[in-house]
């Protein structure tokens, strides 16, 4: 191909010349050019290599549709994208393009040698080849593929780019800025609606910018659109998914255009909700099917009109026409009369409108009528073509450097079958056209049926006068499926359009079919010789076309990928050092090191501090619900497994959790504030579950209740303060309450100010030390916290994290639900019996206990180990065993579940969930481990204080 | 009443200011969670005449929902705890904190991640509603001014993305 910039044509700045570079050589073209027509205008034919054959290929088209010329752009600093159509990138000063898919060059690519062995490829080849040795799969045959067959590569570096989203609403979304799109734009904007007018390309306009007779038309309109306050006009913006209620997603791309991006968003999410919805996404040419018609400079006749009118650049110095559709001539005929020489029109019709063919004849336009092209001439460029006569005779050369096809026209239905509205089969288009609506959406212009292309032939291939078995024919040109390809499917009983596409690829990777879906229709509706309609239509999904991860993820990125919560002690917790880790949502301090300090010996000294000092902890995160109303105390009975209704106020009572089903699924200690208020307690991660499954049975098992329930987590800032110097730090600090164990025993709930800021402060503990729970109004909790740890210092207070927490309670056996239960596990499994109120006539959860499953025994139940070597810790989520010299695989009999290094006992302990736990003590189980089997007894799950004398100090 | 100046805020204190929106953090607020069946004996309880539709507010109170009222008023505001009665007052000052946005590009920020249509929204509105994943009660207090409550813990993530969005704006 040879093409070449006109003169006086077209919409670029001539005034304004772009440098860039394509695989490293440089080019200019103009402000205003895409990629593609400014290497068209240089003279470049050759864009990429297929996707199987590594065939050359140039440009097909000159839209969204571009099925060959995929390029990857690198803006250098992790900017690079790969797979974007060169239609699409537009030019700016710099742009570094690279052509993908070869090896070692897009000149002279290895991989070429596909094409000559093209016979050992056919379609559903991968299905049938690589079958055999199965482990040749992984390590071989699919990097092999991978490597050959592919698109662009993917991006090594983190994206550095930001991206923005929003929502907005309209009443009328339009979808397409070509001329139908924008006289139904100006339509609704004098009817005073609030109009959202979107479109792809850079330009609104869409076929008026390759129509000079509509120039002036097209100025005004977008001029009066502009002026108008009620509509916004989304350029170089794409709809890619239509989803329920008129909801549309778009994206539109800011910064790729800009030689440099700046420091704004890339690329912005809009979330579209429209009352009405246009569609005018216009319609895309069909290629032909004939030997040699992916021969760069074979192109959509339509894309040349473009490439010429709208830039300028005339695609060759002799150019063939091959239609079988009248638009094909009036686009030859336009091109003519620019000044582009034609070399023929060739129709595969007899007849052809007279109008059209005199006008031919007038500007000395050769024509040959009842012909088709059988063959192109050039590998890497077109050379010429060979014609015939339909029934194969008078077959003659002829010399041309590019090839322009008319096949007739698609309707873009892509987003109206995201809505799904229902399709017409349309002979007189040889298309899908919509039909019923299934939103309050309608299609104007071409991708609704409405524009005149002139009449043509529906067929699959173009007749030749060779064995269609013995050459390719491309459909897809993005897949590189062929004719044959669609024959062979057929012949091995593919009759679906689903399985045809799934066994030749046709219509899957970036063009989704844009181009090659009708085409393959009739094919099959050839071979199989049904009609178009009984072989179906594949599902169109979102995205319309290929978008950025960015875009989609708008601002969900770095920090703003998700919530991390955080307690407004925090910030304390990080600048004394903490080690953090997540849990749910939230972070929280693990362990807090000194210099030098591991886990293993911050934690030891964490939890020797508070057995003989006092600690502090950060409990904030504790999940708190407040329970109100005269039925409080009736509604809190019918949740929990123990009894509620008689809890005076001031004392605070552990509260068992069930699920119907009989199973553990939450647990906390709980105050009586008052006779109508309780304050409950969750854990961490279960609050919001919590709450949601009490309001669930309050709203729908017993509305009759007065009570109500509101989240209190964020209320409060919650200090865990534990050991048994606790009393003696908090006691002048704390005001209006008497501190003294008989006036505050262990489980109670007091009222008055610390620090002068008012509190509810709980007398519980989880550690098994005397302990308290400081509640106060979360906005003051730094201040409090650093008021208690100023008065511990002469006390040795310690900060401990979670860590030490968990090690504190598994001393005492007090399980964390999620982790020595799993959701299989009743409180008699997990000797909780004594939580169970057995006089209650009920509570969620008592009627599945008596399942014959629930009371059977062998049930795994929740014990102590301690290994037979003290300095062993077990690994939490080892498998136990009872006899370890059983073969492989051996039966398994429990996990463990919880297990630590307890520096207050100088040796390892650990929980376990054993079957018949609790008839085993002083048995010994084994764990296997890799390379040994470790030894451990089982005991009960309390290794210290079982008497609990400590609590009540 | 506690010294204002012992309180600390995941959000920073200076406001931050863009082209077109200004987002500080509110003052401290006295808020509660009201819930009952019937909205006139609450109504009686606080003095007050609440409102009955959802969305729409009277005074310093909010209505959330079919039996539920959002009471937002100055710090230190005298509010009863409705002892015994068939209705339940919780007490949720400190469960969140207001952020401001005022200025005419306020509303473009707010619909970066709310989903509502926020032009619908009169002045003296407010909804519970969501920006992005997160919970928040939105108000509209001007044309071109609301108040933002969100859980503490959220506040720093949805300063962060507010200001983004602002940073973003064209």
């Known amino acids: ?953 | 009443m506690v010294d204002a100046a012992l309180r600390t805020a995941p959000v920073p204190a200076d406001p931050a200011v863009y082209d077109g929106v200004t987002i500080t953090l509110g003052t401290p607020l006295e808020r509660r969670s009201l819930r009952a069946r019937d909205a006139k004996a609450l109504g009686k309880l606080l003095g007050r005449k609440l409102p009955e539709q959802i969305g729409r507010s009277s005074e310093d109170v909010l209505c959330l929902g079919p039996d539920e009222w959002l009471l937002r008023a100055p710090a230190g505001t005298a509010v009863p705890d409705g002892a015994g009665l068939p209705l339940a007052l919780v007490d949720i000052s400190e469960r969140a904190l207001t952020l401001v946005l005022e200025g005419p590009r306020a509303i473009d920020v707010l619909q970066a991640g709310c989903p509502r249509d926020l032009r619908k929204l009169t002045v003296g509105e407010g909804r519970r509603t969501v920006f992005e994943g997160v919970e928040i009660v939105l108000l509209r207090t001007g044309e071109d001014r609301f108040e933002v409550d969100v859980w503490r813990s959220f506040a720093s993530w949805l300063h962060l993305a507010l200001t983004t969005a602002a940073s973003h704006l064209r």
Not at chain 1, 430 to 440: F, I, K, M, R, T
Not at chain 1, 528 to 556: C, E, K, M, N, S
Not at chain 1, 939 to 947: G, I, L, Q, S
Request: net charge neutral; charged share 20%; aromatic share 8%.
């Open chain 1, 1 to 953: 191909m040879s093409a070449y910039r006109l003169d006086g044509m077209g919409r670029v700045n001539r005034g304004a010349p772009v440098n860039f570079t394509f695989d490293g050589k440089s080019y200019q073209g103009f402000a205003g050019d895409s990629l593609a027509s400014a290497l068209l205008a240089n003279g470049v034919s050759l864009f990429g290599r297929s996707f199987k054959y590594h065939r050359p290929r140039g440009l097909l088209g000159a839209g969204a549709e571009e099925p060959n010329a995929l390029v990857s752009v690198d803006r250098g600093g992790g900017r690079y994208t790969p797979n974007l159509r060169a239609p699409a990138v537009e030019l700016y000063e710099g742009l570094n393009a690279r052509s993908q898919n070869r090896w070692p060059s897009l000149q002279t690519d290895f991989g070429s040698i596909n094409d000559r062995l093209g016979r050992f490829f056919p379609a559903g080849f991968y299905n049938k080849t690589f079958m055999w040795p199965r482990s040749f799969w992984e390590k071989l045959y699919e990097p092999s593929i991978r490597r050959m067959a592919g698109l662009g590569d993917a991006p090594t570096e983190a994206d550095p780019d930001t991206y923005s989203a929003c929502y907005a609403y309209c009443d009328v979304l339009i979808v397409g800025a070509g001329p139908a799109g924008i006289d139904a734009a100006l339509e609704a904007c004098a009817a005073r609606k609030h109009v959202i007018l979107i479109d792809e390309n850079d330009e609104l306009g869409g076929g008026a910018l390759a129509d000079p007779a509509l120039a002036a038309w097209l100025e005004t309109s977008l001029r009066d659109l502009a002026n108008a306050p009620n509509v916004t006009l989304l350029r170089r913006t794409t709809a890619l998914g239509y989803y329920h209620d008129n909801f549309i997603g778009a994206v539109e791309r800011l910064t790729d255009h800009l030689a440099q991006p700046g420091h704004g968003a890339r690329e912005q999410l809009w979330r579209i909700r429209a009352g009405e919805v246009v569609l005018a996404q216009g319609a895309i040419e069909r290629p032909l099917v004939f030997e040699g018609n992916d021969v760069p400079g074979v192109m959509l006749a339509s894309a040349a009109r473009t490439y010429l009118f709208r830039f300028g650049v005339a695609v060759g110095r002799n150019v063939a026409v091959m239609a079988v559709h009248d638009s094909g001539w009036k686009d030859a005929l336009a091109m003519a009369k620019a000044g582009v020489r034609i070399a023929a029109i060739i129709d595969l019709r007899e007849t052809v409108a007279a109008a059209l063919v005199d006008e031919a004849k007038a500007l000395g336009i050769r024509t040959e009528l009842g012909s088709a092209v059988i063959g192109v001439a050039g590998r890497q460029a077109v050379k010429g073509i060979e014609v015939s006569r339909a029934d194969g005779s008078m077959r003659q050369k002829l010399a041309c450097d590019a090839v322009l096809m008319a096949g007739g026209w698609t309707p873009s239905v892509h987003l109206w079958s995201h809505s799904l509205g229902k399709l017409a089969w349309s002979d007189d288009w040889g298309a899908y056209l919509p039909d019923v609506p299934n939103e309050n959406c309608r299609c104007v212009g071409a991708c609704g049926g409405k524009w005149s292309f002139g009449s043509g032939l529906n067929i699959g291939a173009l007749p030749s006068p060779r064995d269609p078995a013995t050459f390719k024919a491309f459909v897809d040109f993005q897949n590189d499926v062929t004719a044959k390809d669609i024959a062979l499917a057929v012949r091995e009983g593919m009759k679906s359009v689903e399985h045809i596409k799934r066994y030749t690829t046709n219509g899957m990777a970036t063009d989704q079919g844009k181009t090659s879906n009708l085409n393959a229709l009739q094919l099959a509706s050839s071979a199989l010789d049904r009609p178009v309609q009984a072989i179906g239509l594949t599902t169109f999904r979102p995205p319309y076309t290929p978008q950025t991860f960015g875009a989609l993820a708008g601002h969900a990125k770095d920090a703003l990928f998700q919530p991390v919560r955080k307690t407004g002690i925090d910030p304390w917790a990080e600048e004394h050092g903490a080690v953090f880790e997540l849990v749910a949502q939230w972070r929280r301090a693990r362990y807090f090191p000194k210099a030098g300090e591991d886990m293993h010996a911050a934690v030891n000294r964490e939890c020797l501090a508070v057995r003989e000092g006092v600690g502090i902890f950060d409990a904030s995160t504790l999940g708190k619900i407040e329970v109100v109303g005269p039925d409080a105390a009736e509604f809190l009975n019918r949740m929990y497994t123990n009894p509620w209704k008689q809890l005076e106020p001031g004392r605070c009572r552990y509260g068992l959790l069930l699920r119907e089903d009989g199973f553990i699924t939450d647990d906390g200690v709980s105050a009586r504030m008052a006779p109508d208020r309780f304050h409950l307690t969750t854990t961490t991660g279960g609050a919001a579950r919590v709450l949601n499954m009490m309001e669930d049975y309050l709203q729908t098992e017993w509305p009759d209740l007065n009570v109500w329930l509101t989240s209190t987590t964020e209320q409060y800032a919650v200090i865990a303060l534990q050991g048994p110097k606790a009393r003696d730090v908090i006691a002048p600090l704390v005001a209006g309450i008497d501190l003294s164990p008989e006036a505050f025993p262990h489980m109670a709930v007091r009222e008055g100010t610390i620090c002068g800021v008012p509190t509810r402060l709980f007398r519980v503990s989880f550690t098994g030390e005397l302990g308290f729970e400081i509640n106060v109004p979360a906005a003051y909790g730094r201040h409090v916290w650093e008021a208690v740890w100023a008065a511990g210092q002469a006390h040795g207070i310690t900060p401990y994290g979670t860590e030490t927490m968990h090690v504190l309670r598994a001393e005492k056996g007090f399980i964390i639900v999620g982790q020595d239960t799993d959701g299989t596990v009743t409180p008699f499994d997990a000797g909780l019996d004594w939580a169970v109120g057995k006089k209650k006539p009920d509570f969620v959860g008592k009627r599945s206990m008596a399942r014959p499953d629930i009371v059977a025994s062998g049930r795994k139940q929740l014990v102590g180990l301690l290994t037979d070597d003290p300095s062993v810790v077990l690994e939490e989520g080892a498998q136990i065993v009872l006899d370890p010299n059983q073969p492989v695989p051996m039966k398994m009999v429990g996990h463990v579940t919880s297990s630590y290094w307890s520096a207050t006992l100088g040796r390892s302990i650990a929980m376990a969930l054993v079957a018949g736990g609790f008839d085993r003590m002083g048995e010994t189980i084994y764990v296997p481990m890799p390379g040994k089997t470790l030894t451990a007894k089982v005991v009960k799950p309390m290794f210290y204080d079982a008497e609990g004398s400590r609590l009540n100090g």
